[in-house]
């Protein structure tokens, strides 16, 4: 059973978040300010974390620094929970690292769907355990990522969207399958999302980032290895 922290001070909203995510078969743990919310993250080390912005004691994006700077949590999906709609401060939540970003109100079934389409990917990938291409190196049981044979940090997302391309290397991948295949989006309105992810996913790829390319109109594509 998959366990969710919830980081909300508004009591009645985790309520009733916290309500839906049980009857789906989740278990539930609540924290109400930013405090507890970083403290309970840190011993509980959940699966996946609801992470409201706008807390008391320590806000969302202070919470969320801590949990990436710590070993125990650097690798835990977040979906940020705000109140502020502008496209500025999606951008801002998914350059920081977030995995995925709700703005209130959202309806019990979106939520629902984001967070089954995240728990989904943290989870090992099918088929061979080891995968390598050009400098990159998968390990699918682990999750884990080299890069140059050195351990690197992607986030669930990043490895399941660094490992699609790079199984269909020299192939352009359109927008629209791989916010389908990596997030569960069904349309391109999420695009921005994309984007924020692979420019996110080539700084930490350094002078490697190259190797994934963006193909106008289309999508992206990773270089075949002997380009």
């Not at 924290?31 to 969302?60: F, K, N, Q, S, W």
Request: proline share 4%.
């Amino acid at each position: 059973m998959h366990r969710i922290l919830i980081v909300e001070d508004e009591r009645d909203i985790a309520d009733l978040i916290g309500f839906n995510l049980q009857r789906a078969g989740y278990e539930i743990i609540k924290a109400h300010d930013g405090v507890e919310g970083t403290e309970l993250a840190l011993r509980e080390r959940p699966d996946l974390i609801l992470l409201d912005l706008m807390l008391p004691g320590r806000d969302g994006y202070s919470v969320f620094r801590e949990l990436r700077r710590d070993t125990r949590t650097v690798n835990t999906p977040v979906i940020m929970l705000t109140a502020r709609a502008q496209t500025e401060d999606r951008i801002q939540g998914l350059e920081a690292g977030a995995d995925d970003y709700l703005t209130k109100p959202f309806s019990p079934k979106e939520l629902m769907l984001r967070v089954q389409a995240i728990l989904k990917r943290s989870e090992a990938p099918p088929g061979s355990v080891d995968f390598t291409y050009g400098p990159f190196r998968f390990d699918k049981n682990s999750l884990k990522f080299y890069l140059d044979n050195e351990p690197a940090e992607l986030t669930a997302t990043e490895f399941k969207l660094l490992l699609f391309l790079c199984e269909r290397s020299g192939k352009p991948q359109d927008r629209n399958d791989l916010l389908r295949t990596v997030w569960g989006y069904s349309d391109a309105t999420h695009s921005r999302t994309l984007d924020t992810h692979m420019k996110r996913l080539r700084q930490k790829l350094g002078t490697h980032g190259s190797w994934v390319e963006t193909v106008r109109g289309v999508g992206y594509c990773v270089a075949k290895a002997n380009a």
